[in-house]
């Protein structure tokens, strides 16, 4: 007969996915209920009553749960979206990594030249210049640091260094909400949500059992990068068609349409081995631009054309998106991933 | 490729092991008396290393006993896994002597700066 401790502990290792407690969960819960139960019946009682799983061994459980849900050994279908993650989480830190790099080659010419960039979120609330800016640049410059780490595969200074890295933009939100001096309904929620914070919790898919990344290729994206997206917007400043540049969640579904264009003829290939991983990516990334295009919507309420234009992204990325989705759906079956490991259940 | 390094936990629970098979509950026992208390494994973080162990082949199931209603599955090392063991003792060794040596020499050096 299960006591309340057991049903406690049962209902935590429900974060794990059922095919491990299919494996394991019996073998759990005799080694949980063994280090709390003393073999004296009415100790026993009183302890499985008053009892429960701590804090500390919940995250222990919700910390494997992480590691198998996103990439762990024999975990084939989550495998492949494990990767997927990673990559788009590498994804948008390259992209926060190009805009500082941009921040360091025009520092001081940069919102003239580029003023359609989003302004640090900061610059809402504060006044410019002085010690905050200092703090917003830094943190901006941040990103190439934490972008570096991951890719080198240093997870855990990525992971902190991204943690310090979206404090000042949540500080000058909070204090743009609070005063009531926010632009728009939603501010710069949106980015700082989609592309600060959220890159930063799904850092967790990068634990010790991930496959090692592709150093060298995302290294050298970084450069190659920058060229491609400040390469075409400088030149149409240049020549006087900037009135064709996009606003920043616009940029951002047009790069995202034009990778999956870029990635479609592989993804249609069947000769092309292990491209359903790109697909999953670029799935992602379309849904942190689409996301990010639709709360921004709002920035517009009163100019009828740029939301027609907003709309337009939105349905080029969807249709973009739509290019790359069989292949992305073979991926979860085909891509090849850790081994099981049904032989421990013997 | 180079393989991972053996992480602390899993040095221990292999250890746990080498003398012979155990359940879960022991390990966690035997791994928390090897470190002196130093290392209290939770259980999710034990099932963590010993699937991954069991993964990398170097431990396996070795029996099921019944005990209080409930089954212990016990674990014992593999062959590969009591090299991999072996092999990450000597390592563990002879980064001890390096340290032991060079606090040896330290100690001299300070003793004979002071002198």
């Not at chain 1, 390259?94 to 640090?120: Q, S, T």
Request: proline residues 7%.
């Amino acid at each position: 007969m299960s006591s309340d401790l057991e049903r406690r502990y049962r209902r935590v290792l429900r974060l794990l996915p059922g095919w491990y407690r299919e494996q394991w969960e019996e073998d759990m819960v005799a080694a949980f209920l063994d280090s709390w139960l003393t073999g004296d019946p009415e100790a026993d009682e009183y302890i499985s009553k008053a009892a429960g799983p701590s804090s500390a061994e919940v995250a222990s459980v919700a910390g494997l749960a992480v590691r198998l849900y996103l990439g762990g050994p024999g975990t084939a279908r989550r495998y492949a979206w494990g990767q997927a993650l990673r990559r788009a989480v590498l994804a948008v830190l390259l992209l926060h990594a190009v805009l500082a790099v941009d921040i360091l080659v025009f520092l001081e010419g940069n919102r003239r030249l580029v003023g359609w960039l989003p302004a640090p979120p900061g610059s809402l609330a504060v006044a410019p210049g002085g010690v905050w800016d200092a703090v917003f640049y830094l943190a901006s410059v941040t990103w190439i640091a934490v972008f570096v780490a991951l890719a080198v595969g240093h997870y855990r200074t990525g992971r902190v260094l991204a943690a310090l890295a979206i404090v000042p933009n949540l500080a000058a939100l909070l204090q743009a909400q609070l005063t009531g001096i926010m632009p728009a309904p939603f501010g710069s929620w949106p980015f700082w949500a989609l592309f600060d914070l959220a890159p930063v919790l799904a850092m967790t898919a990068f634990h010790r059992d991930a496959p090692p990344t592709a150093r060298r290729p995302w290294l050298l994206a970084l450069p190659a990068g920058y060229l491609l997206v400040y390469g075409p917007l400088l030149a149409l400043e240049a020549t006087g068609n900037s009135a064709w540049l996009p606003d920043f969640p616009g940029l951002c579904c047009i790069i995202v349409s034009l990778a999956c264009l870029a990635h479609a003829p592989r993804a249609w290939s069947r000769r092309a081995a292990g491209t359903g991983l790109w697909s999953l990516t670029l799935i992602l990334l379309a849904a942190v631009a689409g996301a990010n295009r639709l709360l921004t919507l709002t920035d517009y309420v009163n100019d009828p054309h740029l939301i027609k234009v907003s709309l337009a992204e939105l349905l080029i990325v969807l249709a973009a998106v739509a290019l790359v989705a069989p292949d992305a759906a073979r991926a979860q079956a085909v891509t090849p991933a850790p081994p099981h490991p049904s032989a421990v259940a013997g | 490729m180079a393989s991972k390094p053996m992480t602390g936990q899993a040095f221990f629970v292999l250890t746990a092991l080498a003398d012979g098979p155990r359940h879960g509950y022991g390990i966690v026992g035997e791994v928390a008396e090897l470190s002196q208390g130093r290392v209290k494994l939770k259980i999710g973080s034990l099932y963590g290393v010993l699937d991954r162990l069991a993964v990398e082949g170097l431990i396996e199931p070795d029996r099921e006993e019944a005990h209080d209603g409930r089954l212990r599955r016990y674990y014992r090392l593999t062959r590969d896994g009591r090299g991999a063991l072996a092999e990450e003792a000597e390592l563990r060794a002879a980064t001890a002597r390096v340290v032991r040596a060079r606090l040896g020499q330290t100690g001299t050096a300070a003793a004979g700066a002071s002198g």
